[in-house]
């Protein structure tokens, strides 16, 4: 049985940043593509990042390009978003997935790609 967990998540001032981490186990991590989404309340879950399963290839949502890098340490079964230049904007549970399936940039940003889900960590970025 495939799990995520994160972590990292906090309240920051705008302009900070912080580094999500994601775990998985259960799997060979290195099989799976991975992405992050985020989900405001009363909105939408929305794409914020994926990364192939050998880290060669990434996909940003255009909101958050040039602020947030998406990266893999297939060693430590984790991934990892780290977020700079935050915005008020960006306050959101966060979340990570796994597809274990072959890479595509034209599903990646679809939550319905994804296979499993993590339990999400709180990101609050003040004004």
Do not use: H
Not at 97 to 110: K, L, M, N
């Amino acid at each position: 049985q495939v799990q995520l967990v994160e972590s990292g998540g906090g309240l920051v001032q705008a302009g900070g940043s912080l580094r999500l981490s994601c775990v998985l186990s259960g799997r060979i991590f290195s099989r799976y593509n991975m992405g992050w989404f985020r989900q405001a309340p009363g909105k939408e879950r929305e794409f914020v990042a994926a990364i192939s399963w050998s880290g060669g290839s990434t996909y940003y949502a255009d909101s958050v390009k040039d602020r947030f890098t998406i990266s893999r340490d297939n060693a430590k079964n984790t991934v990892f978003l780290q977020m700079s230049s935050l915005k008020p904007e960006d306050t959101a549970g966060y979340y990570c997935a796994a597809a274990g399936r072959s890479y595509s940039s034209d599903y990646a940003g679809q939550a319905s790609w994804y296979d499993v889900w993590g339990q999400g960590t709180q990101v609050t970025v003040s004004s």
